[in-house]
């Protein structure tokens, strides 16, 4: 594709999000679209735009009503099987799930889309009253795939204990519908389990985690749901 290819490419990423064999969109359409962005164009450069991708292997299919993105249609057990996790994540709220059904049709397509929203709506479950929980596990899963510490603020058993803790992390574990973070305590040795959506103020630091070898009995192997067993005990 030229260099000059903007156009095709918005292009192109206005027939993937809002497209398929039923949703399609006119040249006229495609016009309006990218005016929307700025971006000027005459219907000559749709059609050269449209030529372009397909030359470079887009499945993208002409009928006497519109364009349109070719994509396989989901499987509509997997499609209800995801919409059906998402609603039922009590450490999402209600904007977080919506947003995460727009994005899961997205991935279809149009109609896709339209059947994920309508499937989540009809699942009935609790959810969290705003992001937090969401932005806690998020922070938590980042720091344990880069191999970072972890700082977080969290009350501690003692009476009025309250204290601003840095930790090795290693896994996240669901268990009775609570998330639990599996980590370290900097300085200390062994193993500790914390409830993640009580911290706040969690944050990955640049100081690499410690392996987990050099503060626990684990060697050459972890076992995430056997270190939550041992700390419940």
């Not at 519109?66 to 209800?80: C, H, M, T």
């Not at 998402?86 to 109609?111: E, M, N, P, T």
């Not at 985690?209 to 749901?225: L, Q």
């Amino acid at each position: 594709m030229p260099p000059n290819s903007s156009k095709a490419l918005f292009v192109l990423d206005i027939l993937r999000r809002e497209t398929d064999a039923e949703h399609r969109l006119s040249a006229p359409a495609l016009l309006k679209r990218l005016e929307e962005h700025g971006i000027l164009a005459e219907r000559r450069s749709i059609y050269r735009a449209v030529d372009a991708l397909r030359a470079h292997g887009e499945r993208i299919e002409k009928t006497p009503t519109g364009y349109y993105y070719a994509r396989e249609a989901p499987d509509k057990n997997d499609l209800y099987a995801l919409t059906a996790a998402v609603q039922a994540a009590s450490f999402l709220s209600d904007a977080r799930k919506q947003a995460l059904f727009r994005a899961l049709g997205a991935l279809w397509g149009a109609r896709a889309a339209e059947e994920t929203i309508s499937c989540g709506a009809a699942i009935v479950a609790a959810s969290a009253r705003n992001d937090a929980p969401f932005m806690a596990m998020l922070t938590a899963s980042q720091a344990i795939a880069a191999g970072k510490q972890l700082t977080f603020s969290a009350s501690l058993p003692e009476p009025g204990g309250y204290a601003r803790l840095r930790v090795n992390p290693y896994a996240l574990f669901f268990k009775e519908g609570a998330c639990w973070l599996v980590c370290n305590v900097e300085g200390e040795y062994g193993l500790s389990r914390f409830p993640l959506f009580p911290l706040s103020g969690a944050r990955v630091e640049r100081q690499p985690r410690r392996h987990i070898s050099e503060v626990s009995s684990y060697k050459a192997r972890f076992d995430a749901e056997e270190a939550m067993q041992d700390l419940a005990r």
